[in-house]
């Protein structure tokens, strides 16, 4: 873990939505935040997106739009390159 100097942290405390920082001899920039900040707006990203993909998926099924539990499974099974029932 890289530690930071008491002034970068005194800095990064005054700044609760990250300092950007550009890295020594490069044009990459980088975010320093608190971390529990990153992680309340990962769970706040996570939930946001189940939400749209539930909704999404009761807007397929008042259209009827669905497959069978088979043919969900076959899918599955083929995007991740799983052997299909009858192969296991």
């Known amino acids: 873990m890289i530690k930071l100097t ?4 005194e800095e990064a405390a005054r700044h ?4 950007e920082c550009q890295g020594d001899g490069t044009e990459k920039v980088f975010i320093i ?8 707006m990962r769970n706040a990203l996570y939930e946001k997106d ?3 993909s539930l909704a999404a ?3 397929d099924m008042e259209a009827g739009r669905m497959v069978t539990a088979q043919e969900a499974d076959d899918r599955v099974r083929t995007e991740c390159g799983l052997p299909t ?4």
Do not use: K
């Open 50 to 52: 189940v939400h749209t």
């Open 16 to 19: 609760p939505d990250g300092v």
């Open 57 to 59: 998926g009761i807007a």
């Open 33 to 40: 935040m608190d971390a529990d900040v990153l992680r309340q």
């Open 6 to 9: 008491r002034e970068q942290t």
């Open 85 to 88: 029932r009858s192969d296991s």
